[in-house]
């Protein structure tokens, strides 16, 4: 097989049972060289523990996989070589400081004294930590310690970076620094797969990904692909209320809709259009091309348009169509165009 394209990652059929739970049933996908593959899903999904067989950290119940050639479970001393990993928690020593915690993982590595401490030297100036280098860990921000966990992963040049929700926890900017600093490593070769329940994260980042729930991968692809195939992108027109709709609400948005459904005729079909109470939801499959011409009709029969919104659907609509829910509780509560 052409080195290449091979997969660096392959799981078949993967089984994680713990009494009755089936943490993780029956997951197969593949990882191939050079690629950022995300496995995107809500809390008790199976992403820790499939994470964990992958690292050799936990046997799977049956089925396999293999990371960089090897197999987990016949040859974990192999895989671990090729593997950095970054756990959900960051696992630093409080009373170590930076370097030393780094000059620690380089000797874990068996990695030669002098290696050790050029790779120590560039990797606290890539992560910008080279201020810090001799600051006790403990000391260290939320964003401080996720950079310094990362780069104990990168020590030892690992093929396969595995990363447990890199971002988890950490302020919206640090949470941008760690992704282009993330993107930077993909960037120069590394095949990595993350996890994360942050959709935006996986949208950003991941060229391909899997939607994980209750232990099963639901749907996998380009992030682009999969939010295409929910369909439609959304329009909210804000409307100014029309001086003949007085009766009550029901009859009114009924009105309002049989208003558009006629105006918009040719433009938008009569299903795709929802009145509510001021406001009035279109469904198109291309929002931003169809605007202006949606406005110029309009706008010739002197409607008062005084607000407009549009949505694309989100990996979260990707989720909800595949799952019936949101891939989190809060993702509920944030201001949805669509909500009808
Ligand atoms: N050591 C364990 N013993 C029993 N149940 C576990 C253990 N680890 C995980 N689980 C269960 O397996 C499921 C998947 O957990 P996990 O892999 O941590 O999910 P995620 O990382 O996606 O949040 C959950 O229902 C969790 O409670
Ligand atoms: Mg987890």
Redesign the pocket.
């Known amino acids: 097989m052409d080195p290449a394209t091979q997969a660096v990652i392959e799981v078949s059929d993967l089984v994680?049972v713990?009494?009755e739970?089936r943490?993780?049933d029956d997951v197969s996908f593949e990882v191939d060289r050079g690629e950022l593959f995300g496995f995107l899903?809500?809390?008790?999904?199976?992403?820790?523990?499939?994470?964990?067989i992958l690292s050799t950290l936990l046997k799977p119940t049956s089925g396999g996989a293999r990371v960089a050639g090897h197999d987990v479970v016949a040859e974990p001393g192999e895989v671990r070589k090729r593997l950095g990993l970054a756990m959900?928690t960051a696992t630093l020593d409080a009373f170590s400081t930076g370097r030393e915690t780094l000059e620690l993982a380089g000797r874990l590595h068996r990695m030669p004294p002098r290696e050790i401490k050029r790779r120590t030297d560039e990797l606290l100036q890539l992560m910008g930590l080279e201020a810090a280098a001799k600051k006790l860990t403990g000391t260290y921000s939320g964003g401080m310690k996720r950079r310094l966990d990362l780069a104990t992963a990168l020590m030892h040049r690992p093929e396969v970076l595995i990363l447990?929700?890199p971002t988890e926890g950490l302020d919206p900017q640090s949470r941008t620094a760690l992704w282009e600093e993330l993107e930077r490593i993909n960037a120069e070769g590394t095949t990595m797969l993350l996890?994360t329940?942050y959709m935006e994260e996986a949208d950003r980042l991941c060229s391909r990904l899997a939607i994980?729930d209750e232990?099963r991968v639901v749907v996998e692809g380009r992030p682009e692909a999969l939010k295409a195939a929910v369909g439609a992108d959304t329009v909210v027109l804000q409307v100014g209320r029309s001086p003949d709709a007085d009766g009550a609400q029901g009859s009114a948005e009924d009105a309002r809709k049989t208003e558009f459904c006629t105006l918009l005729d040719g433009m938008v079909p009569c299903e795709a259009v929802a009145a509510h109470d001021g406001s009035v939801t279109l469904a198109v499959a291309d929002a931003s091309a169809a605007i202006p011409g949606l406005l110029r009709r309009l706008d010739g029969h002197g409607l008062d348009i005084t607000g407009l919104q549009m949505s694309r659907p989100s990996l979260d609509d990707v989720f909800l169509q595949y799952t019936g829910r949101h891939i989190r509780e809060e993702a509920a509560d944030q201001p949805i165009i669509m909500g009808f």
């Open positions: 994680k713990y009494g739970t943490a993780v899903g809500p809390n008790g999904a199976g992403k820790t523990t499939t994470i964990r959900q447990d929700e996890t329940h994980i232990g």
